[in-house]
T-cell receptor, first 115, second 113 residues
Framework: QQPVQSPQAVILREGEDAVINCSSS?????VHWYRQKHGEAPVFLMI?????EQKGHDKISASFNEKKQQSSLYLTASQLSYSGTYFC????????????????FGQGTILTVHP | KAGVTQTPRYLIKTRGQQVTLSCSPI?????VSWYQQTPGQGLQFLFE???????NKGNFPGRFSGRQFSNSRSEMNVSTLELGDSALYLC????????????FGQGTRLTVV
């Protein structure tokens, strides 16, 4: 089951903030976030494990609400280099408390930052 | 440390033919996953191999198959190609099976005419 991302597209001006959401109908073990620029491979941003942790580096951070099976990616003071397609990937939680390692991605959110 | 290498980068095939794509993971990585990327569909999971065994499979027809060798290199085969198989095929390698990041290759762009 693919996670669902929203919105499908975001257009920003430099310096503005954005939030990208990712939700799953299944209990999750982890949520991954990746960014893909046009013509390039997706690049890893961060992983969040069950436990409701929040991570971040520089001006990009993310949260994981395991009760709602939702994650949000926060981009603050956006830069031109933030443009690209953002994907969340999820690993489903098994009864034993682990995951079977299948990383499933959402449809992606296209982020465009203008000067 | 070399990244994930996929060959070939581009491929043009005719309907009905078959094709084999190759993926060499990062040295030491034992998990290799394959994804199909098309506009508007995101990254569709095909299958995952770990230590030469297919551990996970997506919802693709049996025309899509794969295998993994003892050196962790993986191949994906698509038989009886259809126009709808035109896509970017990405492979991703991971060091361990759980909660580690996936490293993607540049992909193979397959065009079926």
């Amino acid at each position: 089951q693919q996670p669902v991302q929203s919105p499908q597209a975001v257009i920003l001006r430099e310096g503005e903030d954005a939030v990208i959401n990712c939700s799953s109908s299944k209990a999750l073990y982890s949520v991954h976030w990746y960014r893909q620029k046009h013509g390039e491979a997706p690049v890893f941003l961060m992983i969040l494990l069950k436990g409701g942790e929040q991570k971040g580096h520089d001006k990009i951070s993310a949260s994981f609400n395991e009760k709602k099976q939702q994650s949000s990616l926060y981009l603050t003071a956006s830069q031109l280099s933030y443009s690209g397609t953002y994907f969340c990937g999820t690993e489903v939680l098994l009864a034993g408390g682990t995951s079977y390692g299948k990383l499933t991605f959402g449809q992606g959110t296209i982020l465009t930052v203008h000067p | 440390k070399a990244g994930v290498t996929q060959t070939p980068r581009y491929l043009i095939k005719t309907r009905g033919q078959q094709v084999t794509l190759s993926c060499s993971p990062i040295s030491g990585h034992r998990s290799v996953s394959w994804y199909q990327q098309t506009p508007g569909q995101g990254l569709q999971f095909l299958f995952e191999y770990f230590s030469e065994t297919q551990r996970n499979k997506g919802n693709f027809p049996g025309r899509f198959s794969g295998r993994q060798f003892s050196n962790s290199r993986s191949e994906m085969n698509v038989s009886t190609l259809e126009l709808g198989d035109s896509a970017l095929y990405l492979c991703a390698s991971r060091a361990l099976e759980l909660h580690t990041e996936a490293f993607f290759g540049q992909g193979t762009r397959l065009t079926v005419v």
